[in-house]
């Protein structure tokens, strides 16, 4: 995988992912992410629906604020 802003080769990591929702902020810890050298982050479509599906289920549960272990919860 390479990046789309500069072209260079992608380092595979964990980042902490947040979503900022309307009532409330998702915090995902630990999450597998691609990052470049340049700053820019991307999440594979794996991560990106699991992601989507943990945002989904934790937005009806909580009001405020969710921390969450990336694999704990995907
Ligand atoms: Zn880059």
Redo the contacts with the bound molecule.
Sequence with gaps: MK?I????ELTLTTKTYVANLKNCVIIVKHTPAYV?????VYYDDETTERIEDIVYSLQKVINDIAIVEYSKVA
């Design positions: 990046c802003e500069c072209g260079k470049c050298d340049c700053g820019e």
